[in-house]
T-cell receptor
Framework: DVKVTQSSRYLVKRTGEKVFLECVQD?????MFWYRQDPGLGLRLIYF???????EKGDIPEGYSVSREKKERFSLILESASTNQTSMYLC????????????????FGPGTRLTVL | KNQVEQSPQSLIILEGKNCTLQ??????????LRWYKQDTGRGPVSLTI?????NTKSNGRYTATLDADTKQSSLHITASQLSDSASYIC??????????FGDGTTLTVKP
């Protein structure tokens, strides 16, 4: 059974703290993604990675950084957490599909609900 | 700018009834369209995928349609069950691999 796991389901941090969110997938997928999900705004892409040590900015990268040192692990870092980063964070992974099928199905983790006080 | 709009924003139906969710998109160039189901407190799970040449795809009681000319898709749920209560998200992917997510439709099925 395919699996994407995230290090925490719930996290409470204080303003200014450095926050690490970890994501691990066991499907040998090339691509990994970090999203945040807020009511009324849907899922918004923060960063993605299509290979080890590679990263690309998504739609809302400000205030975040990422690290991918190993294929199965993709970390999201909040250098100095702020209250407007309170959100649900979802990690996903996908295989690179062929040109005909287009982007592969993304498999999502259970999410981390982060509260910044 | 690529956009995906879903309607309605929320929907309440009685158990056993059918319903249809809508997705309009302006993503170009079109690669594929997926419908995801997201249960409360969990990550989204893919229900169907449709490519340009497909106009209907079924997955059990879920049937997705795609009209590439009008850039519209629908997800039809037949004989709804309480477990269908969830958020349904339409995701359209462009040729470059970028995916655009809709805001989702929240479906509540009542007994």
């Amino acid at each position: 059974d395919v699996k994407v796991t995230q290090s925490s389901r719930y996290l409470v941090k204080r303003t200014g703290e450095k926050v690490f969110l970890e994501c691990v997938q066991d499907m040998d997928h090339e691509n990994m993604f970090w999203y945040r999900q807020d009511p009324g705004l849907g899922l918004r892409l923060i960063y993605f990675s299509y290979d080890v040590k590679m990263k690309e900015k998504g739609d809302i990268p400000e205030g975040y950084s990422v690290s991918r040192e190993k294929k199965e692990r993709f970390s999201l870092i909040l250098e100095s957490a702020s209250t407007n980063q309170t959100s649900m964070y979802l990690c996903a992974s996908s295989r690179t599909s062929g040109r005909v099928q287009g982007p592969g199905e993304q498999f999502f983790g259970p999410g981390t609900r982060l509260t910044v006080l | 700018k690529n956009q995906v709009e879903q309607s309605p924003q929320s929907l309440i139906i009685l158990e056993g009834k059918n319903c249809t969710l809508q997705c309009n998109y302006t993503v170009s160039p079109f690669s594929n369209l997926r419908w995801y189901k997201q249960d409360t407190g969990r990550g989204p799970v893919s229900l169907t995928i449709m490519t340009f040449s497909e106009n209907t795809k079924s997955n059990g009681r879920y049937t997705a349609t795609l009209d590439a000319d009008t850039k519209q898709s629908s997800l039809h749920i037949t004989a709804s069950q309480l477990s269908d209560s969830a958020s349904y998200i339409c995701v359209v992917s462009a040729g470059a691999g970028k995916s655009t997510f809709g805001d989702g439709t929240t479906l509540t099925v009542k007994p």
